[in-house]
């Protein structure tokens, strides 16, 4: 029985193993029928790329907008594009990661590039999708004759799909597609720990160079099975190989099972009698003392309330399971009085190691050779060393430096004393220092013996920032407060030299007293000029805030710095698409770029790279930088960054204070006042300055002001250009200014101009004159005025009484004028004007 049962398996076998040569046969010709029907699809698809016109007319940007839609809408397309190789010319679906010239490393371009026939490149993860894929590319020629070749980089997992949605596999089948380098590219999900590993040296990298051969016999990965093989390809080399293999367990499952059933029924007899002595002896023996053994088992395995509680036949064993079960209780109740006083001290440590974990402060216990016995997750934050990694290690924080201080305290406590808040310095897993407060107390045992120290560690980093910051924010502000005093006073001194000096320019006779007057009158206005750069700094400059184009002005400003920059230093804009609007002075912003471009190229003398970047920013409240006056919410960030020698952190913390220069002597005014002008400037306009500088690595100094709300409005200068005449008025206007020398000025400098005029020493005088007179067409006032009622105030009253009077403000200190609130103060006239510019101003307004 047991050899018929043999033959029978050996015939079952051989029906088996043909039935699945054939299946398998069958499985690799359709998957090869499939991929041969994708590359002759892509094959006319790739013809198509090269008849685009804009290849031809080298449109890089439309070539580039056809590959988008063509990789949009072609199913299982991840990249497409054209190269002409004789040009350097190259456009793709994606942004390109290689240049043209570049292309010649890949296998499939110079595949491509040998013959007409359509190439196949291997195996790839896109460096820009990330996906896997492979390349198909094809050498064409475009309808004027240019040789160009056109590629397509076919989803990899789409392929997968495809075969998966086409193919039924038998059970424990794999399915491979490989390129010629035998690189699997794609398969069923069973081979999806190969795809992108090369079978090369492998039986499955073997057979695909084999002879004609279709059928294998192989081990894959150590295990014997059947494998098929079938060929893909447009031309006469193969470009594809399509494998199918199934174990050969897998096949013989079936006769085996066949053969074991048959053999069981063999010895189901034989075994039975056998079966049934067992049982009896097992009855009466075996099965006794087999309770009493595993009982004995978990009794040593903890569970003590196990019995045996059996009465047997056989007096011995049963003597033997009442002896059991008398100690097993005695061992219950020893052991019920041991978890009770576990339970208890797990709970203490558990409270104890949730107080230790949660704590803010670092937790760090010392043995008393001063090595690490507890280390908390605090710890880990402020000092960057994971528990594991310091645990029975000498303490790793403490400096050379500190060293001695350090075992001074240490062997202070472990004599008993506490040290409570003692500052020191301490190092970080990085190498950096960090300032810390601590209080120390010694670790006791159980008999009371001192068997370490006990450290709860603070960072002091903020604390000590928050400091140097209210110190700087003070400095400042006492030295803005200065500075704007002495600029307002100084502004009001030029305003009358101004005014006087243009009347002896235009009325005095004499040439030669008409050209000192005029050298004078351009001293007078560089003079001020340098009161606006002090205003500037101390963030009391009168702006005149609008809704700008930030890349429009940018743009605007390159243009002149190019001659200012010169042939040494390379200007570069990154400015992308869809840059917000902001609420800022566009003069004192181009004035502003113009001081950071100029730093700039003071720092590279041997010439380098200047980097003007636009960015949309949205600050939360825990990102906002030093001051913490920054409102969370939109803004624009402009970065100007160069490749010249940067600066020490030293150096960058001071970089913004007026009477410090990064300049070396002969260079610049000393004053530093580019950059103060700047910092007063963003900050005036409700914004904020960064300095990122490293010595021989380049500065970065970053801007951000507030995005615009409202819709921009017309500037003053989108209006005509005034002429040469300067214009004149008859109106009655009441001139109200503190100053007695400038109100005499400006009187004449208005008659002057046809104008009638009322004169106001302060405020009051001028609501009194409001309230008698109605034929006044416009108050010129100034902003800062003594007496209670400021320009604004004043206006405001002036509205009240006379709702169609015009108001014109005038100012050389504005005050602390934020950017919202300077919008207010609008149409101003800054301190010091000449007389053109007042008649303009005055003709604007009255006519506006």
């Excluded at 001695?404 to 990085?430: C, N, P, S």
């Excluded at 200065?482 to 009325?507: P, R, S, Y």
């Amino acid at each position: 029985m047991v050899v018929l049962v043999g033959l029978n398996l050996a015939y079952e076998y051989r029906t088996a193993v043909a039935r699945a040569r054939t299946e398998l046969g069958a499985i690799a010709a359709a998957v090869a029928g499939n991929q041969a029907s994708i590359l002759a699809g892509t094959h006319d698809l790739l013809l198509g790329l090269a008849n685009r016109r804009s290849v031809d007319e080298q449109d890089l940007e439309s070539c580039a907008a056809e590959m988008v839609r063509l990789q949009e809408k072609a199913i299982g397309v991840l990249n497409a594009g054209l190269i002409q190789p004789d040009r350097g010319w190259f456009c793709s679906a994606l942004p390109a990661t290689f240049e043209a010239k570049r292309a010649s490393e890949r296998s499939w371009f110079r595949d491509a590039l040998a013959d007409d026939a359509l190439a196949v490149g291997g195996y790839q993860i896109g460096r820009v999708t990330g996906k896997p894929s492979i390349n198909i590319a094809l050498s064409a020629k475009t309808p004027k004759g240019d040789r160009v070749i056109s590629f397509v980089a076919l989803d990899l997992a789409w392929l997968q799909r495809t075969l998966l949605s086409r193919m039924e596999l038998p059970p424990d089948s794999y399915l491979l597609v490989m390129d010629r380098a035998g690189t699997v590219v794609t398969g069923s999900p069973q081979a999806s720990e190969l795809l992108g590993h090369s079978m090369e040296g492998t039986p499955l990298g073997e057979i695909i160079h084999a002879a004609a051969a279709q059928y294998f016999e192989i081990e894959s990965n150590g295990v014997p099975s059947l494998a098929a093989v079938q060929t893909v390809g447009l031309g006469a080399r193969p470009d594809l190989f399509v494998v199918v293999t199934v174990p050969l367990q897998s096949i013989t499952a079936r006769p085996l099972e066949h053969f074991y059933f048959s053999l069981t029924i063999v010895l189901a007899t034989t075994a039975l009698v056998l079966v049934l002595a067992w049982f009896i002896a097992d009855r009466g023996v075996v099965r006794p003392i087999e309770l009493i053994s595993t009982t004995a088992t978990r009794l040593g395995g903890g569970e003590t309330g196990v019995r045996v509680n059996a009465a047997y036949n056989v007096r011995e064993i049963a003597a033997l399971g009442r002896s059991f079960d008398e100690m097993a209780a005695g061992l219950e109740e020893r052991s019920a009085t041991l978890a009770a006083t576990i339970r208890e001290s797990q709970s203490a440590h558990s409270r104890l190691d949730a107080v230790i974990g949660a704590s803010p402060a670092a937790i760090i216990c010392l043995d008393r050779t001063a090595k690490v016995t507890l280390w908390n997750p605090a710890a880990e934050r402020l000092f960057g060393w994971p528990a594991e990694a310091v645990l029975g290690l000498p303490h790793p924080v403490v400096p050379p430096s500190e060293r001695e201080h350090f075992v001074t305290r240490f062997e202070r406590t472990l004599a008993g004393e506490e040290i409570i808040g003692a500052r020191a310095t301490r190092m970080k897993r990085d190498g950096t220092l960090v300032e810390v407060d601590f209080n120390s107390g010694p670790l006791l045992d159980e008999a009371g013996q001192c068997v370490g120290v006990v450290y709860v560690v603070n960072d002091l980093t903020e604390q000590i920032l928050t400091e140097r910051q209210l110190h700087q924010a003070q400095k400042m502000e006492a030295i803005g407060q200065l500075t704007g005093g002495v600029a307002h006073d100084f502004n009001n001194l030029l305003g009358v030299m101004i005014g006087n000096l243009e009347f002896i320019t235009e009325l005095s006779k004499n040439a030669e007293i008409r050209e000192f007057a005029q050298v004078a009158l351009d001293a007078g206005l560089r003079g001020g000029e340098l009161t606006r750069q002090l205003l500037a700094f101390a963030r009391r400059q009168p702006l005149q805030p609008e809704p700008i184009d930030p890349a429009e002005t940018i743009r605007t400003t390159a243009r002149m710095l190019d001659r200012t920059l010169g042939d040494r230093v390379t200007l570069r804009l990154e400015m992308p698409a869809g840059i917000w609007r902001i609420i800022a002075d566009p003069t004192q912003l181009e004035s502003a770029i113009v001081n950071l471009a100029v730093n700039a190229r003071d720092a590279m003398p041997n010439g380098g790279t200047l980097l003007i970047e636009l960015a949309n920013a949205q600050l939360a409240a825990d990102s906002i930088g030093w001051d913490g006056d920054l409102i969370p919410g939109d803004y624009v960030q402009i970065a100007v960054s160069d490749t010249g020698i940067g600066m020490t952190s030293d150096v960058a913390a001071r970089a913004f204070d007026p009477f410090f220069t990064t300049k070396g002597p002969g260079r610049g005014t000393g004053l530093g006042l580019g950059l103060s002008m700047v910092y007063g400037f963003i900050k005036q306009s409700g914004g904020q300055t960064r300095i990122y500088s490293e010595p021989d690595h380049g500065t970065t100094i970053k801007l951000w002001l507030p995005r615009a709300v409202e819709a921009a409005e017309a500037r003053a200068d989108d209006q005509p250009a005034p002429g040469n005449t300067v214009p004149r008025g008859t109106e009655t206007i009441l001139v109200v200014e503190d100053s007695a020398a400038i109100r005499s000025v400006v009187t004449l400098q208005l008659t002057n101009l046809g104008y009638r005029t009322i004169e106001a020493a302060d405020g009051h005088a001028a609501l009194d004159i409001l309230k008698q007179r109605d034929d006044i067409d416009l108050l010129f006032t100034d902003v800062m005025m003594p007496g209670g009622i400021d320009g604004h105030m004043l206006a405001r009253e002036a509205l009240a009484l006379r709702p169609g009077v015009r108001v014109l403000y005038t100012s050389g200190f504005s005050g602390d004028l934020s950017a919202e609130s300077a919008a207010f103060a609008q149409p101003l006239l800054s301190k010091p004007y000449r007389r053109r510019q007042l008649a303009e101003k005055l003709r604007e307004v009255l006519g506006g």
